[in-house]
């Protein structure tokens, strides 16, 4: 959902922002690290304690980073094959935050195993779905496709997280994992058999 409105909220919204930044001499990169770091400590050290909502306002602070640093890197010709390396790394560290804090808030105050083994499979079905494609991308294969892109998840979990909290419906994030446990677990399967038939299609590998 973050990719569809990429277009008006770098060109209206946060242009001020990449101009500032520039002007200042920060590189994307620092931005990135920043940025990562911010969702990281929001969803680390709120969530165990039950402060849900407001470590969702904390991590939206530093969210749109990553709008932030590929604009800033674009308008500044600063561009590089490390940029986008460093830059999806870190958002693996940044997504696997937000899932790790709520099994720490289910394995604390949320006290709800059920919802703790959930989360988990969300944290690691989430890196899977990331890493399938980047794996296919890496043997000249295409894996995009699917039902639940980084974007649609990070999005899906913080806003039902948020009114969750403040509305005392748990039920909303609750059923938001459920919801992000099919969807990547559909993507998974859809990309790994995109890319065996890709691969079927291809042949056997020469000697």
């Given at each position: 959902?973050?990719?569809?409105?990429?277009?008006?909220?770098?060109?209206?919204?946060?242009?001020?922002?990449?101009?500032?930044?520039?002007?200042?001499?920060?590189?994307?990169?620092?931005?990135?690290?920043?940025?990562?770091?911010?969702?990281?400590a929001?969803?680390l050290?709120?969530?165990?304690?039950?402060?849900l909502?407001?470590?969702?306002?904390f991590?939206?602070?530093f969210v749109?980073?990553?709008?932030v640093?590929?604009?800033?890197?674009r308008v500044s010709?600063?561009?590089s094959?490390?940029g986008?390396?460093?830059?999806s790394?870190l958002?693996?560290?940044?997504d696997?935050?937000?899932?790790?804090?709520l099994?720490?808030?289910?394995?604390?105050?949320g006290?709800?195993?059920?919802y703790?083994?959930?989360?988990?499979?969300?944290?690691?079905m989430?890196?899977?779905?990331?890493?399938?494609r980047a794996?296919a991308?890496?043997?000249?294969?295409?894996?995009?496709?699917?039902?639940?892109e980084?974007?649609?998840?990070?999005?899906?979990?913080?806003?039902?997280t948020?009114?969750?909290?403040?509305?005392?419906?748990p039920i909303?994030y609750?059923?938001?994992?459920?919801?992000?446990a099919?969807?990547?677990?559909?993507?998974?399967?859809f990309?790994v058999?995109?890319?065996r038939?890709?691969?079927?299609?291809?042949?056997p590998?020469?000697e």
């Amino acid at each position: 959902m973050l990719d569809r409105f990429k277009a008006f909220w770098q060109g209206v919204v946060l242009a001020p922002v990449v101009r500032l930044f520039l002007r200042l001499g920060i590189s994307p990169d620092a931005v990135t690290l920043v940025g990562t770091l911010g969702v990281a400590a929001g969803a680390l050290v709120f969530f165990p304690q039950g402060m849900l909502w407001e470590g969702v306002v904390f991590i939206t602070c530093f969210v749109f980073s990553d709008l932030v640093d590929g604009q800033m890197a674009r308008v500044s010709g600063r561009v590089s094959t490390f940029g986008a390396f460093w830059d999806s790394t870190l958002d693996r560290l940044g997504d696997g935050a937000i899932f790790g804090g709520l099994v720490l808030y289910f394995a604390g105050p949320g006290d709800d195993y059920l919802y703790l083994c959930l989360a988990l499979y969300c944290l690691v079905m989430g890196s899977v779905t990331s890493y399938s494609r980047a794996r296919a991308e890496s043997l000249g294969m295409d894996a995009k496709g699917g039902i639940a892109e980084r974007a649609d998840r990070l999005v899906a979990i913080l806003v039902l997280t948020f009114f969750g909290d403040v509305l005392d419906l748990p039920i909303l994030y609750e059923l938001t994992l459920w919801v992000l446990a099919v969807a990547s677990t559909y993507t998974v399967a859809f990309r790994v058999l995109k890319v065996r038939r890709q691969a079927l299609a291809a042949g056997p590998l020469p000697e």
